[in-house]
């Protein structure tokens, strides 16, 4: 077999036919490929809905974590599907909010279950909603709607190292970044989008740099590797709801 292989003209032929056969398996899987993608996609024929995808990477981090990254599309053209209306929840275990972030649309309710055996009170004093729900107790769950777009940071006026941040946009077409950095947002109309991004630990004007145009075809769209200096972070204690210093814990 291999003595063939070493005859010059025997050889091209070998070379030959293993290059069409290969070309002929990618030809056939692509096939493949498009017919098992337009058989999962016929629902959306006549509305085509794609994945808007990217990934974040964060620079001069110490925490070095990519992860809940809120980026969200603004339509600039073209039909916008209507804001989420489903309550959110973000509850309260062991001292700490179920999630760092929470995207909420404009209109949307967030409740507040209290899941610990001892009493909370949550509130925000951000000009974009501010509120104070309270103490209450365990099993019980208070309601917030957030009707302006913005990001507004939520605390418990006992705990202090509770935190959270709940991002209020206008558009339903948004994700957060997982733990790897990488957005995947779903169900986008073909269309022009105004591309947004925030980030708890970036500073605004960076965030704003960040603001570009996005074409969304019916392939989706790759946002390839967005990058956030975390340069100018400086982690600064926040005050309770009366605006002052939380008590010293006793020792
Ligand atoms: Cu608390």
């Known amino acids: 077999m291999f003595k063939i292989a070493s005859r010059p003209g025997l050889r091209l ?6 290059l069409v056969s290969s070309l002929l398996t990618i030809f056939f899987n692509n096939q493949e490929q498009t017919v098992r993608a337009s058989a999962r996609s016929s629902p959306s024929y006549f509305s085509p809905m794609r994945t808007v995808r990217g990934k974040i990477s964060v620079i001069n981090s110490k925490q070095n974590d990519p992860s809940n990254i809120v980026v969200w599309l603004e339509p600039l053209s073209g039909k916008k599907r209507k804001n989420n209306t489903d309550n959110l929840v973000l509850r309260q275990k062991n001292k700490q909010f179920s999630q760092r972030v929470l995207i909420a649309n404009v209109g949307q309710k967030v409740d507040f279950p209290n899941d610990d055996p001892f009493n909370h009170n949550i509130f925000s004093n951000s000009a974009v909603k501010r509120f104070d729900l309270g103490l209450f107790q365990e ?78 075809s019916r392939k989706g769209s790759n946002l390839g590797i967005i990058e956030i200096d975390e340069s100018s972070y400086v982690e600064t204690p926040h005050k309770n709801k009366e605006g002052k210093d939380y008590p010293k814990p006793k020792s």
């Open 13 to 18: 032929l070998f070379i030959g036919l293993s």
């Open 139 to 216: 099993g019980e769950s208070r309601t917030v709607m957030f009707t302006n777009p913005g990001v507004i940071p939520v605390y418990c006026n006992i705990h202090p190292r509770m935190k959270a941040f709940i991002v209020v946009v206008n558009s339903p077409y948004y994700g957060l970044t997982n733990e790897q950095g990488e957005i995947r947002i779903k169900n986008v109309p073909r269309g022009r989008y105004r591309l947004r991004v925030w980030h708890e630990r970036a500073d605004e004007k960076d965030l704003e740099s960040l603001t570009r145009e996005v074409r969304v």
